[in-house]
Each structure stands twice: as C-alpha cells, then as structure tokens.
C-alpha cells in the first residue's frame, strides 16, 4: 500500500482487497501512531477495494474515531458500486465523507481550511 504524504498535514493512503487491505490499514495506524499528537488529515483511495468486510468496517471506524480524537478530517474516495452498496447498508454514508476522487478530497480539504 501507497502511503503518500502529499504534505506536512494531509496524507493519502490507498488501499487494497484482503487480505492487503488488513495489513494497509495496519501500516497506516502505525505511521499515524509514530507521528504522535501531529496527525494529518487523511485520504483514503479505495480505487482497488472491491468488497469490505466486517473487520474491513472495523478498521476504517478505528481510523476515523483516531483522526476525530485528534480534530484532524478524513476523505474516503473512488468507491466501487460494489463497495458502494455496503456502505449505504451499514450506514458508514452518514459517517465518512465520501469523494468521487483523490484531487476532489484535497480540494475538499484545501477549501475547508481551518
């Protein structure tokens, strides 16, 4: 998995089908931990997930309640119809904010400059 920090506050991550997409999110929750009370926001590409599971939900909840506690925004983008149906299922819709791409969610996040 790509981590890309596009710069000093705002990190891109995507993310890949298990058992990958485990060991991604993983790999970011330990880059977000090394960088200790100086999280960035965070943008989530989902452009190679095809479906999500049970532990899949588990761990973008844990990273969004992370970067909430920390005051810091995530993007989720480039969701496949597949995905797509899981999330308004879950309910996951009203609780991340979805883009249609990664230049969408850095504008996002650029306008919304705090």
């Known amino acids: 998995m790509p981590i890309n920090e596009?710069?000093?506050?705002?990190?891109?991550?995507?993310?890949?089908?298990?058992?990958?997409?485990?060991?991604?999110?993983?790999?970011?929750?330990?880059t977000l931990e090394a960088r200790g009370s100086d999280?960035?926001?965070v943008i989530v590409d989902m452009k190679r997930v095809t479906y999500l599971n049970s532990t899949n939900?588990?761990?973008?909840?844990?990273?969004?309640?992370?970067?909430?506690?920390?005051?810091q925004r995530m993007r989720v983008c480039t969701v496949h119809n597949s995905v797509w149906s899981v999330v308004l299922i879950t309910g996951l819709d009203q609780l991340f904010e979805f883009t249609d791409d990664v230049s969408t969610s850095l504008a996002s996040l650029q306008i919304e400059q705090r």
């Open 6 to 30: 596009w710069s000093d506050d705002i990190l891109i991550t995507e993310l890949s089908d298990e058992p990958a997409f485990s060991e991604d999110m993983d790999a970011l929750l330990r």
């Open 57 to 71: 939900i588990a761990q973008l909840l844990r990273l969004r309640k992370k970067l909430v506690e920390a005051d």
């Open 39 to 41: 999280l960035p926001d």
